[in-house]
């Protein structure tokens, strides 16, 4: 009786979904829960993935990372290129349908994006004197000194504007908004029910005439890789932001691919060992640069990467050309026997076992693959690793507040511009308790200079030189090894067009082919 | 006597909540960090450990931790900030729907099973199928019926576009989505209650009035039937309680390969970003809800057969 | 035959545990020998490479290693506890028994897996805690077999015979009880060992499991993500896991 009724039950649920109409859907699917939906206190990427279609920066970049409006519709520098005066969008509304204003944007500069986004506040806030609003349409950004970066750290991913009037007196981190936001972006929010999925409908008052064209956009969180693209395979989900590197060659004829180097997450980034310098053992240079001598990159990029992306021959990532200093790791070619020799040299012997020394290697789970090549790697020289997989906040603590690691792995987002993702890395100021920081607590004062002079130049030629200069410093001293310059690529069912993975609005455009 | 059970099933929940303690205690940083996370920030710690009253004696402590899972009081999550209780009623639906079904399936067939086939043989084969763990048996089932057919879908409890139908649709939409897991989780238990009853049956066989029956000419599957069966399904259920902890601990891979936002998987996720008192709290619950099961069914069986009682 | 289930589980135990000994690689590297990703099964690579191009072969002996260890400790702990209580309980005070039977079933009413998470949550993932675990949840059981059996011994009249002449009960415990409870013992023993497997394996698939060690479970999770392409990587550990607890488990059934 009862597996009668199953039955019944199970055809009757066939029917039903093969018969349901056809409304301007999209099901995205994220490898992990978003935790909240506030941008701009946070830089995870799957809170991005989800929250960017909330909301708006002053102006977006496109595939080449040029400004383009948002927010904000034109813009004028000063001559002295200290002053820089935005003209917002007339007519904005907050979902909750209050008027947008340069207010919500002066508040959100300087009292929520410059303490809590671990970007913009190593890489915009030091360059800012202030912001104002001389009226409700336009936002002036005063500058310390010409800061040449400015309009690439302004989009949704590094600068999502929030409504002052809901955050306004309120810590940021508590605020109830987080978990029901409200935004000026494409989607308003409808329900998230945790670990389970996210919806968002249509801004039917979008300032943007004609967009967005889908109704819905449905995020499940699916943690398994496999699971993903098995619900795309079986049109469960129409849009992948992130393909595992395993997974592109079985897609390859099931949906639209697109590479990109960037995406919500961030932008340029480069797969980075970081050594805890505060650690005797990592202290000394010659067991770093054994490390440098003993993993095979090339390895990883085949193996791990299935060749999404190139080995790193820099600390800047090779699409910043006017930065980059390509061949600034010549030095350190794959020599196994060298790193052998230079940890005899370090005072590490091999002990009973073979093994010198175990040291920890944090990361997070996605990054396990990594982990596993790097141990077997590292075993021809000696050196055993304890993996510690853990989740994005708790890698956080461990690294960045409690400073407990030895080695850590981070996929380290460049950005578009030096200013954005590489001063953190490496400026003195950035060592301490902001996640995605200066994990090394690499103190270098000759590059904390020349990072301060590069900020500040206008001139694309002079900060290349400061830049260069200081990847030669770095690359000399060593405080993370450069391993692999990561690529995505992002799949969506052949029935779709127009989503936009570069960005953090992938999904402004998108359409469903009828 | 049924004092004594509700005794010892409140004992059962004070072993699982001193267990808990002494974990937190013993835990690296200390029961603040464990129970409050740690944010970096100047001053929290001593902020959790005032909130926690940790700066008071031990057994003062404990007493106070008693207390609280006495009184419901799970804590806070602290990746959420929500009340570890609340967090765990939202998801238990989930998991009952996943449950549920699988443990009356796995209780008709496997029942059916031991019934009907008492061979050696057959023996055998249940206990080698009881080693495919569940979610093994689930990839099978995804291969065959989401890629390969494409009847069913490989993921979550509703479909991503529907959702806007209310009612029948909506529980329809969630019937189709559990058809997989559901059977996969059934699998694995239904060997071991077919191999359960196999062994009552034939214990039950040998005792003087099934002797009598056959010998009397009664065809054995009749006796099977008739008279071992009834007798053997008292224990059973009672077993079937205990079990229910290895229900909920099958759940756990299943709603992990399924992206189900149930019990189980809470309980990873949290155990991976390091939100103890989620899991503490999970610990708890389950225990919780076992005890009270095992109790429900011992009660009504005291009341259907009065003998229980008096056996073990 | 219970003696002879016993004894084929533990043999079965014994060369599993042999050959994983011989085949994987020692130390604390860690490192397995390599070549080319996914390469099919062939004389080289009996049974094929994963997806780093590392000898399926050893690294199921590394897992083999890993689960049976945990299996091992968890069955020893269980065994150990299983009988000196089922024992006591069997030759004591009925209050005694009453007292470790109740506790026995407290025991058996904690959800083992849910506790295993937790000490991974607050410790890491470790595979002596979990052993741990498994161990000292898992002695009921057994306990509750041997006590029955001891309790019907305890009725016999050579063990009346020996109270009759005053050997102290210890000493009856180990002279009369314990040679004749050990073959029931061994049986329920292979059902927990082979269920260690199963929880080592199912901690690992989920992300839980020891993480600086290959073990079986974890091997599967790793090849699910080649699942539809590369066979090889995810059919050899789930058959040596459902294999190894199987073969146990059936020989453990055969009374």
């Known amino acids: 009786m009862k597996i009668r009724i199953f039955l019944a039950v199970f055809l009757a649920g066939v029917v039903l979904s093969t018969l349901s109409a056809r409304a301007q859907v999209a099901v995205v699917a994220v490898a992990g829960d978003p935790g909240h939906l506030n941008p701009a206190i946070s830089t995870a990427g799957p809170l991005h993935a989800v929250a960017d279609s909330i909301f708006n920066g002053l102006v977006a970049l496109d595939r080449e990372g040029n400004a383009q409006p948002d927010l904000a519709t034109s813009w004028t520098v000063s001559p002295d290129g200290r002053e820089v005066r935005f003209t917002l969008a007339p007519g904005v509304k907050w979902h909750d349908g209050k008027p947008f204003s340069a207010e919500d944007v002066k508040f959100t500069f300087e009292e929520v994006l410059f303490r809590f986004h671990a970007r913009t506040r190593a890489g915009l806030a030091p360059a800012v004197d202030s912001v104002d609003a001389p009226d409700a349409g336009t936002v002036v950004f005063r500058l310390k000194q010409p800061h040449p970066a400015l309009l690439k750290q302004l989009n949704v991913t590094e600068a999502p504007i929030l409504p002052r009037h809901l955050y306004a007196g309120s810590d940021p981190n508590r605020n109830e908004a987080n978990a029901r936001p409200v935004g000026t972006g494409a989607f308003r929010f409808e329900s998230y029910k945790r670990d389970d999925s996210v919806v968002l409908v249509r801004n039917d008052n979008y300032f943007k005439p004609g967009l967005p064209k889908l109704e819905r956009l449905v995020f499940r969180v699916i943690p398994e890789a496999n699971t993903q693209v098995a619900a795309l395979a079986n049109r469960e989900v129409d849009y992948l932001g992130r393909v595992a590197p395993s997974d592109v060659a079985r897609l390859k004829d099931k949906a639209t691919l697109v590479d990109t180097t960037s995406g919500p997450g961030g932008a340029n980034c480069v797969m980075t060992l970081a050594f805890n310098l505060q650690r005797p053992t990592l202290a000394a240079l010659p067991v770093r640069q054994a490390f440098a001598h003993a993993l095979n990159r090339r390895q990883m990029l085949e193996l791990v990467q299935f060749g999404q992306g190139r080995v790193a021959e820099a600390p800047i990532h090779s699409a910043i050309e006017w930065a980059t200093l390509p061949g600034a790791l010549q030095a350190y070619d794959l020599d196994p026997a060298r790193a052998n020799a230079l940890l005899d040299q370090a005072g590490l012997p091999r002990g009973a076992g073979g093994e010198r020394a175990t040291l920890d290697l944090l990361m997070f789970p996605a990054f396990a693959r990594y982990a596993e090549l790097m141990r077997q790697q590292l075993a021809a020289v000696g050196i055993a690793l304890r993996l510690k997989p853990l989740d994005p906040a708790a890698f956080a603590t461990s690294v960045f507040t409690q400073r407990d690691f030895d080695l850590a792995l981070i996929s380290y987002c460049n950005g578009v511009d030096p200013e954005i993702g590489v001063r953190r890395m490496y400026h003195s100021t950035a060592i301490g308790n902001v996640p995605f920081s200066n994990a090394a607590a690499y103190r270098n004062a000759d590059v904390d200079r020349l990072f301060d002079r590069a900020g500040s130049s206008t001139d694309t030629a002079a900060r290349g030189e400061a830049y260069r200069e200081m990847e030669r410093i770095v690359a000399r001293d060593l405080p993370y090894w450069w391993l692999v310059e990561t690529d995505f690529t992002s799949a969506w069912r052949g029935d779709f067009a127009d989503f936009a993975p570069w960005s953090g609005q992938f999904a402004e455009r998108a359409f469903q082919k009828r | 006597m049924p004092v004594a059970r509700l005794a010892w099933a409140i004992g059962t929940v004070w072993l699982a909540a001193s267990l808990a303690f002494l974990l937190i205690h013993l835990a690296p940083g200390g029961p603040a960090i464990a129970l409050g996370g740690d944010s970096g920030a100047p001053g929290y710690l001593e902020d959790v450990a005032r909130l926690y009253g940790l700066d008071r004696p031990l057994p003062e402590i404990y007493l106070d931790w008693l207390a609280r899972v006495a009184t419901g009081d799970l804590g806070h999550s602290y990746r959420s900030g929500q009340s570890v209780l609340s967090l765990i009623l939202e998801r238990l639906p989930v998991t009952l729907a996943l449950v549920a079904p699988a443990v009356v399936l796995s209780a008709i067939v496997g029942t059916l099973l031991g019934l009907v086939r008492t061979g050696r043989g057959f023996a055998a084969s249940m206990a080698a199928l009881h080693a495919v763990p569940g979610y093994l048996v689930g990839q099978a089932l995804v291969l065959v019926f989401a890629l390969g057919l494409g009847i069913l879908p490989v993921q979550g409890l509703l479909d991503g576009r529907g959702a806007d139908g209310g009612g029948i649709a909506r529980l329809l939409d969630m019937a189709r989505h559990l058809v997989l897991p559901v059977l996969a989780l059934t699998l694995h238990n239904l060997t071991f209650v077919a191999l359960l009853t196999r062994t009552r049956v034939m214990a039950e066989m040998e005792r003087p009035y099934a002797v009598t029956a056959a010998a009397k000419g009664v065809a054995p599957a009749l006796v099977r039937r008739r008279h071992a069966l009834p007798n053997a399904m008292l224990g059973l259920v009672s077993l079937f309680g205990s079990r229910l902890g290895g229900f909920v601990a099958g759940a756990v891979t299943i709603e992990v390969l399924f992206a189900l936002p149930g019990l189980g998987r809470l309980a990873v996720t949290s155990a991976i970003a390091r939100d103890h008192p989620v899991v503490i709290g999970l610990v708890l619950f389950t225990t919780a809800i076992v005890v009270t099961t095992n109790l429900v069914v011992d009660l009504a069986f005291r009341r259907l057969d009065p003998r229980v009682g008096e056996a073990v | ?255």
């Open chain 3, 1 to 255: 035959m219970s003696r002879h289930a016993g004894t084929i589980a533990g043999a079965i135990v014994g060369l599993l545990y042999l050959g994983c000994l011989f085949l994987a690689p020692s130390g604390a590297l860690q490192s397995l020998p390599m070549s080319g990703p996914f390469l099919p099964p062939s004389l080289a690579h009996p049974l094929g490479t994963d997806d780093l191009g590392r000898d399926m072969l050893a690294a199921l002996a590394q897992g083999g290693r890993t689960s049976l260890m945990v299996a091992t400790v968890t069955a020893l702990l269980a065994v150990g506890l299983g009988m000196a209580i089922g024992m006591a309980a069997g030759l004591g005070a009925p209050w005694l028994d009453d007292l470790l039977m109740r506790t026995a079933d407290m025991v058996l009413s904690l959800p083992a897996l849910l506790v295993a998470i937790l000490m991974a949550s607050l410790f890491g993932g470790s595979s002596l805690n979990l052993a741990l675990v498994l161990g000292l949840s898992r002695w009921p059981t057994i306990a509750r077999i041997v006590r029955a059996e001891t309790l019907s011994l305890r009725h016999s009249d050579f063990v009346r015979s020996s109270v009759a002449v005053g050997t102290r009960p210890i000493a009856i415990a180990f002279r009369h009880i314990l040679p004749h409870v050990c073959p029931t013992a061994l049986t329920a023993t292979g059902i927990v060992f082979g269920g260690a497997i199963l929880a080592e394996a199912a901690l690992a698939f989920v992300g839980l499991g020891d993480p600086s060690l290959t073990s079986w479970g974890q091997l599967i999770a790793a090849g699910y993500t080649f699942f539809d392409r590369v066979w090889w990587m995810w059919a050899f550990p789930a058959l040596a896991l459902c294999g190894a607890s199987a073969l146990v488990a059936v020989a453990a059934s055969r009374e």
